[in-house]
């Protein structure tokens, strides 16, 4: 029941957001375990970079999620990117997502 509800979120968030090549969308997903991010150009269809917190360590979960914020940032800055849109995914704006953005944000991105 919750992966529907989720998912018909996400299909709201998405009639919204769209990513570009200047503006790449940041898709964010959290799993019960980890979470794992992706730039992706939306006008090809083609991801530009991603990242998980799989390799991050044995940190508590929010801490890899922040670290695995501004290592996306590092990435996104490589390419030359700065701005970006912030796709939650269906997921709230809460504990390990809210981490994520803020880690991102503190890296270099803006959103």
């Known amino acids: 029941m ?3 509800l989720r998912e018909r979120k996400h299909k709201k968030v998405r009639k919204k ?3 570009t090549k200047d503006c790449p969308r ?4 959290r799993s019960v375990q980890h979470i794992s991010a992706q730039l992706i150009d939306d006008q090809i269809g083609k991801t530009l970079t991603a990242v998980s917190d ?8 929010t801490k ?5 914020g501004k290592k ?13 849109v912030f796709d939650r995914g269906g997921f709230l704006y809460h504990g390990r997502v809210a981490e994520f953005a ?3 944000r503190d ?3 803006e959103f």
């Open 72 to 84: 996306i940032a590092e990435q996104a800055l490589k390419l030359k990117i700065k701005k970006v």
């Open 26 to 29: 940041l898709s964010v997903f």
């Open 17 to 19: 957001i769209a990513g």
């Open 54 to 61: 799989i390799k991050l360590g044995k940190n508590q979960k």
């Open 64 to 68: 890899k999620a922040y670290e695995a």
């Open 107 to 109: 890296g270099g991105l």
């Open 2 to 4: 919750y992966k529907v």
């Open 102 to 104: 803020k880690g991102a």
